[in-house]
């Protein structure tokens, strides 16, 4: 009687191994292909090929309309938390100070009754006293004490007992933010880029499909090199063309302006959202199975 393997058996309370594999258990891996990927001289905004590109001083790319619509977006958002901060402080500024005066109110209410008064007046709500004079068991209205249970008590699905919980409005930063890198970014601190395109008559026939070179060694540009932007003059050059000349000679190599090497700006790769970028470029899917159903329930996609 040959012995019965994982793979024939079916009968069991569980799962083995061979069906959990079937069913996709696990945390399954998978590199990410060309179209997943944000290519160099896409807009980290709208994905798209850049249009007047800028850079930040951490080497991201925007189109000029789309970075400055989002710094835009943010100072106004910013303009109106600043108001609603202001509003909710003037809101408890005036409610300490009505407090203040009710307390003194009190104050000098209890002492001119303690002072003046030839009757004793109650000021305990227990003693409040209705317009016939009766207080107590003896009172047709609603006792204070009563009042105070019904408004204490924890009666949730009463409208009146319901809680008003207070937003509080905290104090928001000034400054406006890099949708990208999110470190503080000025207007200021954007630079133009100027990518250098091919021009040669191979590339002249297709002039849809634009594609850019390294002023100094004539490479193609693609997402795999790594590439450095001058924020002097904006020119882009590649990693070993930068490192060889520039940073030895101080000077750009296309318009002889003088750069220093603090203007040497290394750009991003990869971009935002399902585009995944640096060198970890794995998506991952991780699947549990349900239970008794064997099925799957798949936790979406993570792409890093």
């Not at 943010?74 to 938390?81: G, L, S």
Request: charged share 30%; net charge positive.
């Amino acid at each position: 009687m040959p012995q019965r393997h994982s793979k024939n058996n079916n009968d069991l309370a569980f799962f083995t191994y061979d069906e959990k594999r079937k069913l996709g258990y696990g945390t399954q891996k998978e590199r990410l292909g060309k179209d997943s990927i944000k290519p160099f001289d896409a807009c980290s905004l709208c994905l798209k090929s850049l249009i007047d590109p800028m850079s930040c001083q951490k080497g991201h790319l925007f189109c000029k309309e789309c970075i400055l619509e989002c710094l835009l977006s943010q100072k106004k958002d910013i303009q109106r938390r600043l108001v609603a901060h202001s509003a909710q402080q003037k809101q408890e500024k005036e409610e300490e100070e009505e407090k203040l005066m009710l307390q003194k109110a009190k104050e000098l209410d209890a002492f001119d009754q303690q002072n003046h008064g030839a009757v004793p007046q109650y000021s305990d709500r227990n003693y409040n006293r209705d317009k016939n004079g009766f207080h107590g068991a003896n009172s047709v209205k609603v006792t204070s004490y009563e009042e105070e249970a019904l408004r204490t008590m924890k009666a949730f699905w009463l409208p009146s007992a319901t809680p008003e919980a207070s937003v509080k409005v905290e104090a928001p930063s000034t400054s406006t933010i890099c949708p990208e890198g999110k470190e503080n970014l000025k207007l200021k601190t954007l630079f133009p880029v100027q990518f250098t395109e091919d021009t040669s008559e191979q590339k002249k026939s297709n002039a849809l499909d634009r594609s850019y070179i390294c002023p100094s060694c004539k490479t193609t540009l693609t997402n795999t090199m790594s590439l450095v932007a001058l924020s002097s003059c904006g020119h882009v050059f590649c990693k070993k063309c930068s490192d060889r000349f520039m940073a030895v000679d101080k000077v750009c190599l296309v318009c002889n302006k003088a750069c220093k090497e603090r203007h040497l700006v290394n750009l991003k790769k990869g971009g935002t959202g399902f585009a995944g970028h640096d060198d970890n470029l794995e998506a991952k899917d991780f699947k549990h199975l349900g239970s008794g159903s064997g099925l799957g329930l798949v936790r979406p996609a993570m792409k890093t």
